[in-house]
């Protein structure tokens, strides 16, 4: 399953600013519902599973996020991809007593529970190289997002 093919151009957000994690849920939500991908439930349910089941991921030298929610809330499959211009606080997926500053975060609408474990899966593979962290956290066009989740579709090809 090419994990490029989830990456839509209309919610790649470069380099924007969000004061706190809800307005950045807030801009995600507005754009994905304007274009049909999610219902009208998903905002109140990404940042409730948010709150309970927190997504930071502290990488050692940078920290990442990947919310996600309930595949009901979920008409169209997507990867939305934000860096920010500022950090927004994220608390960690491991230990939800501490928070990390997160400028890259990877928004999963999945409405397909056995292809979900599979796209984690790639996207921590993504994450994991700082060089794709880096690529992404200082792109300034849609292509180079897209050339790093392609070079993760060419790697995965032999399997």
Sequence with gaps: MPLEQFVRDDLIKLHIECENQDQLFDVMYQEAFKLGYVSDSFL???KEREASFPTGLNMDHYNVAIPHTDPECVFEQFIGVVTLEKPVRF?????????????????LGLNQPHSQLKVLQQLMEVIQDERNYKQIS?????????????KINLNAKGE
């Design 44 to 46: 109140g349910k990404i």
């Design 91 to 107: 608390r960690l997926m491991d230990d939800n007593t501490k928070e990390v500053d997160v400028y890259v975060v990877l928004m």
């Design 138 to 150: 200082q792109a300034q066009t849609n292509e180079e997002i897209h050339s790093v989740f392609k």
